[in-house]
């Protein structure tokens, strides 16, 4: 597609209830990042991937949080038994080039998830 | 570690008046800076940027240098537009790019 397309745009969740979150980059975009943004902050990494490989997991937040990019292309973040401090935006975003430093970073729409 | 901070919002401005957004970032090495921006229900985009000490990074009338000896990479533009209100945020660059808090910007006709 023309852009980052992230799916669902909204999720509600009930507090313990497993979610999933799609992303889909630019095609032939190596790099692939994860992001959360709680309301009025900026966006906080959780992690990195550089095409299959998750090269930089150290911002996910708790074991909860799981992400993959099986075939380097499509990545899934999954969070485990959602807690009420897990409500924020979800945002994916993609680079060209691998490593993702000095590279432009082209972003989702994001995914908010509302934790009752 | 790596962090950046920038004033805090929102700011209010009558249109055509002259914008400064503080970001001040603290880093080992050199990182490259940058300013993305978000208009009301799109995505962030980048705004601009600038890699190395004295750069100075420029895109629609959006100017901000690079200045290693005040660690600093503040957002300027001389007389802002209506179209110019969104959320405004500094960055430096690493394996995830960091970005600030956030700086909401309003500008009325």
């Known amino acids: 597609g023309a852009g980052v397309s992230q799916s669902p745009r909204y999720k509600v969740a009930k507090r313990g209830q497993d979610v999933a979150l799609r992303c889909d980059p630019i095609?032939?975009?190596?790099?692939l990042f994860w992001y959360q943004q709680a309301l009025g902050q900026g966006p906080e990494f959780l992690t990195y991937?550089?095409?299959?490989?998750?090269?930089?997991k150290s911002g996910l937040p708790s074991d909860r949080f799981f992400a993959e990019r099986p075939e380097g292309s499509v990545s899934t973040l999954k969070i485990q038994r959602t807690q009420q401090e897990d409500s924020a935006v979800y945002l994916c975003?993609?680079?060209?080039?691998?490593?993702?430093?000095?590279?432009?970073?082209?972003f989702g729409s994001g995914t908010q998830l509302s934790v009752l | 570690g790596d962090s950046v901070t920038q004033m805090e919002g929102p700011v209010t401005l009558s249109e055509e008046a002259f914008l400064t957004i503080n970001c001040t970032y603290t880093?080992?090495?050199?990182?490259?800076l940058f300013w993305y921006v978000q208009y009301p229900g799109e995505g962030l985009q980048l705004l601009l940027k600038?890699?190395?000490?004295?750069d100075k990074g420029s895109n629609k009338g959006f100017e901000a240098t690079y200045r290693k000896e005040t660690t600093s990479f503040h957002l300027e533009k001389g007389s802002v537009q209506v179209s110019d209100s969104a959320v405004y945020f500094c960055?430096?660059?690493?394996?995830?790019?960091?970005f600030g808090a956030g700086t909401r910007l309003t500008v009325k006709p």
């Open positions: 600038a890699t190395k000490a004295d």
């Open positions: 991937f550089q095409n299959e490989a998750q090269l930089d």
């Open positions: 960055a430096l660059s690493g394996l995830g790019m960091r």
């Open positions: 095609s032939g975009h190596v790099s």
């Open positions: 880093a080992t090495g050199y990182p490259s």
């Open positions: 975003a993609s680079s060209l080039a691998g490593q993702g430093r000095n590279e432009k970073l082209f």
